[in-house]
């Protein structure tokens, strides 16, 4: 895109604008019902509820992740766990229109300061650094540094992303290290800054556990009954955001998943965790890159 031709107070902007102030919002009120004891499907279900009172809509499930665990573990419709003391992150994403806005914290039981420190002190530089003509891999090395500079390693195999209309990522990417591949910024862009810390060895794996899919493709040649009314449910409520098993309003969700995944009409989202023993710290804010640097929306 060329830079003479964004307009900033389009009204594409003034929804991505408007999605950060309700997360934001959100955000710090979920912070506040964090505490030990606390069930998980409690806190998400509050989350994603405020959301749309606030006039937004969830742009993807609450995550929470637990010390090691870094994305996409989300409470299933029956789920007992509540929080200990852990290090948790919340990750959590709003659009208004398919416009989105993404954010993320962490919450902090285990009296691991630094490394929570870590992560966020990265976002501020990585926030510091970027701007029109900036190449996304010196991004990457502000957040790298400062992260070593704590003596923790980032996750190198987790990035920021862009944010599109009812894509949740798109191009380009933001690396939590130095690299040579990448682009220059251009005003305009949308992007969720997203450094992970770590006291691993910097690199996240999957789990086995899986509450979060997203539809890949509107043809689905399945003649199960609860299939296709997961896949209309998918279709009409969800588009092509990412949605958690126990949102689906129908008989054995599971179930009907694995039929969907067994003909590629959706995708999954497995858990990515770190070695076992580990902690990861998560700090995340949405920006609109501007003439002079960036917007932050989501403080």
Same mark, same amino acid.
């Given at each position: 895109?060329?830079?003479? !031709?964004?307009?900033?107070?389009?009204?594409?902007?003034?929804?991505?604008?408007?999605?950060?102030?309700?997360?934001?919002?959100?955000?710090?009120? =979920?912070?506040?019902?964090?505490?030990?004891?606390?069930?998980?499907?409690?806190?998400?279900?509050?989350?994603?509820?405020?959301?749309?009172?606030? +006039?937004?809509?969830?742009?993807?499930?609450?995550?929470?992740?637990?010390?090691?665990?870094?994305?996409?573990?989300?409470?299933?419709? %029956?789920?007992?766990? /509540?929080?200990?003391?852990?290090?948790?992150?919340?990750?959590?994403? /709003? &659009?208004?229109?398919?416009?989105?806005?993404?954010? !993320?914290?962490?919450?902090?039981?285990?009296?691991?300061?630094?490394? #929570?420190? !870590?992560?966020?002190?990265?976002?501020?530089?990585?926030? %510091?650094?970027? +701007?029109?003509?900036?190449?996304?891999?010196? /991004?990457?090395?502000?957040?790298?540094?400062?992260? *070593?500079?704590?003596?923790?390693?980032?996750?190198?195999?987790?990035?920021?992303?862009?944010?599109?209309?009812?894509?949740? &990522?798109?191009?380009?990417?933001?690396?939590?290290?130095? #690299?040579?591949?990448?682009?220059?910024?251009?005003?305009?862009?949308?992007?969720?800054?997203?450094?992970? $810390?770590?006291?691993?060895?910097?690199?996240?794996?999957?789990?086995?556990?899986?509450?979060?899919?997203?539809?890949?493709?509107? *043809? !689905?040649?399945?003649? *199960?009954?609860?299939?296709?009314?997961?896949?209309?449910?998918?279709?009409?409520?969800?588009? @092509?955001?990412?949605? $958690?098993?126990?949102?689906?309003? /129908?008989?054995?969700?599971?179930?009907?998943?694995?039929?969907?995944?067994?003909?590629?009409?959706? *995708?999954?989202?497995?858990?990515?965790?770190?070695?076992?023993?580990?902690?990861?710290?998560?700090?995340?804010? @949405?920006?609109?890159?501007?003439?002079?640097?960036?917007?932050? =929306? @989501?403080?």
């Amino acid at each position: 895109m060329a830079d003479e !031709a964004v307009d900033l107070d389009d009204e594409r902007y003034e929804k991505h604008r408007e999605a950060g102030e309700i997360l934001a919002q959100v955000r710090e009120e =979920t912070v506040e019902r964090i505490e030990p004891g606390v069930s998980h499907l409690e806190v998400a279900t509050y989350a994603e509820d405020r959301i749309r009172e606030l +006039g937004g809509e969830v742009a993807f499930p609450l995550n929470i992740s637990i010390d090691e665990v870094a994305a996409h573990d989300t409470p299933s419709a %029956d789920d007992e766990r /509540v929080f200990g003391e852990e290090m948790i992150n919340i990750d959590l994403g /709003v &659009h208004i229109d398919g416009w989105l806005a993404d954010t !993320a914290i962490t919450v902090d039981f285990t009296g691991n300061d630094d490394l #929570v420190e !870590a992560s966020e002190a990265a976002l501020e530089a990585a926030i %510091d650094t970027i +701007g029109p003509g900036v190449h996304t891999g010196e /991004v990457g090395a502000a957040i790298e540094e400062t992260i *070593d500079g704590y003596g923790y390693n980032p996750v190198v195999n987790l990035t920021g992303h862009g944010l599109g209309h009812y894509d949740q &990522h798109c191009p380009p990417n933001i690396p939590n290290r130095a #690299v040579e591949q990448g682009i220059e910024l251009e005003v305009g862009q949308v992007v969720a800054i997203e450094p992970f $810390a770590t006291d691993g060895g910097g690199k996240v794996m999957e789990g086995s556990r899986t509450e979060i899919f997203v539809l890949e493709r509107e *043809d !689905a040649p399945v003649r *199960d009954r609860t299939s296709r009314e997961a896949f209309k449910q998918i279709v009409e409520e969800f588009t @092509t955001l990412p949605f $958690a098993t126990r949102w689906l309003d /129908v008989r054995r969700p599971e179930m009907a998943l694995r039929r969907l995944l067994q003909h590629e009409v959706i *995708d999954s989202y497995p858990v990515l965790k770190e070695d076992e023993g580990c902690l990861v710290s998560q700090r995340e804010h @949405t920006v609109i890159i501007t003439d002079d640097g960036a917007e932050v =929306t @989501t403080r």
